[in-house]
């Protein structure tokens, strides 16, 4: 896929504002998950975390994604001691930037949510690399490669 200009954006963190366009000159990893607190997104967040030195090397960023408030956001970056940010996107509008929100099966009823997804923005600011429909396991070191790749 060609390297695509991404919108710049703007969202709260649990560190305060975040600016994508603040980190040029650095990769980016965007990664949005569904809820805070959940096993796939437990695990997906944990897995970053512990690469999180290893993106650290390489000078990549790296922040999640969900629709919680910061607060529980918070509460989840402490309890599994996650060393990146998490974004609020309470009202989706990183969500529907990125197409990101779907139809999904939960239980055999139809509910609106998150499809996880992963972005890959170079030190320029270029959206490099997409993965949607993601898997957790393995997930994070796939991305740590392609950061490698840059």
């Known amino acids: 896929m060609p390297a ?17 366009s603040d980190y040029k000159g650095h990769p980016v990893v965007v990664y949005f998950y569904p809820k805070d607190n959940t096993p796939g997104c437990t695990m997906e967040s944990q897995q970053f975390r512990d690469l999180h030195s ?3 090397k390489l000078g990549a960023t790296v922040v999640g994604v969900s629709r919680e408030s910061i607060k ?3 509460g989840f970056k402490t309890k599994y001691e996650l060393p990146f940010e998490l974004l609020s996107d309470a009202d989706e509008n990183l969500c ?15 509910v609106r949510g998150i499809e996880r997804s992963t972005f890959l923005f170079d030190k320029n ?3 490099v690399r997409e993965w949607r429909k993601v898997k957790v396991d393995g997930h994070a ?10």
């Open 96 to 110: 529907s930037q990125f197409d990101v929100i779907k139809m999904k099966n939960m239980y055999g009823k139809q």
């Open 125 to 127: 600011g270029e959206l």
């Open 72 to 74: 529980s956001h918070q």
């Open 54 to 56: 290893k993106f650290a």
């Open 141 to 150: 070191e796939e991305v740590l490669q392609a950061v490698k790749a840059l």
């Open 4 to 20: 695509k200009k991404a919108s710049d954006f703007i969202a709260e963190s649990t560190r305060g504002q975040f600016k994508l």
